[in-house]
């Protein structure tokens, strides 16, 4: 029998439109009695639920982090400083109920005796601030996918009109792109006065250019289309310049000004990566216990398959998948760094493991590198590679049998005076 921890506390099964909150209150050495209530989700109900637990005297509470309905709930329930609670957030798959005996009641009482027992795994539930810098990180990636979008719809309507530009442009959306696509949509059909609007290197494609306009069929429609396309790509771009404005006024503001800079000390990560970390992990690395525990939750740590003693391959561990992207985005970035870690890492894992699982292990580098930063405050110090003595001797047989055979072709094949 797992001994109590808890003596005083409450699970929440979390519902669009209901709560089911269980309170089990009991000394340690005893069983526990639950009393379960029913709520609604509004104001007042959320309230009516706090007032209940502090009457209750509960000092813990947990709840399943299922979709966002749980953020109303944290709202109110850290919204009394006067009688703060511990809030744990538990992942679903963790603290899943035993099958047969689903209901939402028995959820609540389930979860309660979970926390009472020391069972749950707590999730990492940033502060406020860092949750609002978060929200407009994460809205800033959503609208950088929606232009790709637009420019994907360009292409195509270029394509259904015979307009071939994207085969000799390395960027239809550049200034030459774009002087070319305001020609077709002023009416221009011309082939070559259109591709004469080429600018620098694109200049020496203009016969091609000319050819690839030659004989388009972009009708009416199309011009509609793309200057929808066209007019909603520069809307989405005021949006985007409007969310750095409040991205770094709330890092200024939040006193994350200083984690942001130091972030920035690591090759391959900028402003911008810089901001999305940090929304995501936060200044402080305590709730991480090991850089390990960090590259875990980011997603970018290696997976573990070994059975009987014997290693298997196995895929990276699912994470934050919003900290993941920007980790591989920034390993990527910072594995084409001439002189850094992260690039000789690459190169060295590229031709055994391939281009992805290389730029993955560049991430996992640098997930423990953003560890080191935040936690000891101090900027990034390049550090040369140590050499495992696993390595060492691996590198020692190979160099003395290149050895072994280099004297063995000299010997065959004496060098000419």
């Known amino acids: 029998m797992i001994p109590a921890v808890v003596e005083r506390c409450a699970g929440i099964d979390v519902g669009k439109k209901l709560l089911l909150v269980c ?30 637990l502090k009457s209750e005297g509960c000092t813990h509470v947990v709840m399943e982090s299922t979709g966002c309905y749980w953020k109303p709930v944290l709202n109110v329930l850290e919204d009394d400083p006067d009688y703060p609670l511990h809030i744990v957030l538990a992942n679903p798959q963790q603290v899943k109920a035993v099958t047969g005996h689903k209901t939402d009641p028995h959820d609540a009482h389930w979860l309660a005796h979970l926390l009472r027992h020391g069972m749950v795994r707590p999730s990492f539930i940033p502060p406020r601030a860092l949750r609002d810098l978060r929200d407009l990180t994460r809205r800033r990636k959503q609208i950088i996918g929606g232009a790709s979008q637009e420019r994907n719809r360009i292409q195509k309507l270029l394509e ?58 972009m009708r009416p429609v199309h011009r509609t289309l793309i200057r929808h396309a066209m007019e909603h790509m520069a809307f989405l771009a005021r949006q985007v310049e409007s969310l750095d404005d409040a991205i770094e006024g709330l890092v200024r503001e939040a006193q994350f000004r200083d984690a942001h800079q130091l972030l920035q000390t690591i090759p391959g990560i900028q402003e911008t990566a810089a901001a999305t970390i940090l929304a995501e992990c936060g200044p402080d690395m305590k709730q991480f216990p090991q850089p390990e525990n960090f590259s875990s939750w980011a997603g970018v740590a290696p997976g573990n398959n070994e059975s009987a003693g014997v290693r298997k391959r196995a895929p990276a561990m699912k994470g934050n998948p919003h900290l993941k992207t920007a980790l591989v985005e920034s390993g990527w970035s910072a594995s084409r760094t001439q002189g850094t870690e992260f690039k000789e890492q690459y190169e060295r894992l590229r031709g055994r493991i391939g281009h992805k699982r290389a730029i993955v292990a560049s991430a996992h580098l640098l997930a423990l590198q953003i560890y080191q930063v935040l936690s000891s405050a101090q900027p990034y110090q390049p550090r040369s590679r140590q050499f495992k003595p696993r390595e060492i001797r691996r590198l020692h047989r190979h160099h003395s049998r290149r050895l072994k055979w280099i004297d063995r072709w000299l010997k065959d094949k004496p060098l000419e005076a």
């Open 160 to 217: 259904d009109a015979n307009i071939k530009i994207g085969d000799v442009l390395s960027d239809v959306f550049g200034l030459s792109g774009q002087l070319m696509l305001e020609a077709l949509l002023d009416g221009q059909v011309e082939p070559m006065a259109i591709a004469e609007l080429a600018k620098g290197n694109a200049r020496k494609k203009i016969a091609e250019l000319a050819a690839a306009l030659e004989g388009h069929q």
């Open 23 to 52: 309170v089990v209150i009991g000394p340690a050495h005893q069983e526990g009695k639950a009393e379960t209530r029913k709520f609604g989700t509004i104001r007042s109900e959320l309230e009516k639920v706090r007032a209940w």
